[in-house]
């Protein structure tokens, strides 16, 4: 059984006041059963921490431990500091900051060594969409960025499928396509060392909101989101994990 998982990522955003005003509003999550994770700026980890309702995590980290790497996140800082996961691979990171396959497998690897959760983002453009290439390049990402796991990792490694046409443009996949992205992806994990694929979590991100998020929860392979936008607000996350129910 694969548990829901929720998974804000905060991007940019949030000052502290509104990291407490968020919290003020999200009140206690007993009720609810799926798991409610956040990645917000790495400024505000510590402040989350205090917070025993969601898990926190980072939204990147470097590919070292420590050394000469101006602006990097440690990952072994992260997880002294206690955060619980990282995302590699976002898209944004990919585009704008040129992260290749390469450098995305080492930060995979290195997150994983410190006993982090890796939330490892994989997708297409709507060019590679239009042009059928949907399957070539997830399996290209998910082969290149998750070399040399081993069975030691098995359970470590969430993947969040994230078209990136859908990603903060209100068109979200239909709940068919990401389905079938989602089984693609599955099928891809079973060669793939380090990876049970039928108790992979795999999350659906792009355009997810708290009236869209049951039908896309609703297929057989999406175990939960990756939510950017609904999930700034503490009434939509808590109306996102309700919804998950
Ligand atoms: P939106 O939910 O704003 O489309 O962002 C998705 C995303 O990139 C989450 O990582």
Request: charged share 20%; glycine share 8%; hydrophobic share 35%.
């Amino acid at each position: 059984m694969r548990q829901v998982h929720i998974v804000g990522n905060w991007k940019m955003n949030q000052t502290t006041s509104e990291v407490d005003t968020f919290f003020k509003e999200l009140g206690d999550l007993s009720e609810v059963s799926a798991q409610a994770w956040i990645a917000p700026q790495a400024i505000h980890l510590d402040r989350l921490l205090k917070f025993p309702q969601i898990k926190c995590g980072a939204q990147n980290c470097a590919q070292n431990d420590s050394g000469a790497f101006t602006g990097e996140l440690s990952p072994k800082s992260l997880k002294d500091i206690g955060a619980h996961f990282t995302l590699v691979g976002h898209s944004e990171r990919r585009s704008i900051y040129k992260e290749s396959d390469e450098l995305l497998n080492a930060k995979t690897l290195k997150a994983l060594e410190n006993d982090l959760v890796v939330i490892f983002c994989v997708g297409e453009t709507l060019e590679q969409r239009e042009a059928n290439q949907v399957e070539t390049v997830l399996k290209s990402q998910l082969e290149n960025g998750l070399r040399g796991l081993n069975s030691t990792h098995i359970g470590k490694v969430i993947i969040a499928y994230e078209p990136v046409w859908a990603i903060g443009t209100g068109k979200v996949a239909t709940p068919e396509q990401a389905q079938q992205a989602h089984k693609y992806t599955r099928s891809v994990l079973e060669s793939i060392d380090g990876f049970s694929a039928q108790e992979t979590i795999i999350l659906y991100g792009g355009s997810v909101k708290p009236d869209n998020i049951k039908g896309l929860l609703s297929n057989e392979d999406i175990d939960g989101a990756l939510v950017g936008g609904a999930s700034l607000k503490g009434q939509s996350f808590k109306d996102l994990c309700t919804q998950a129910q």
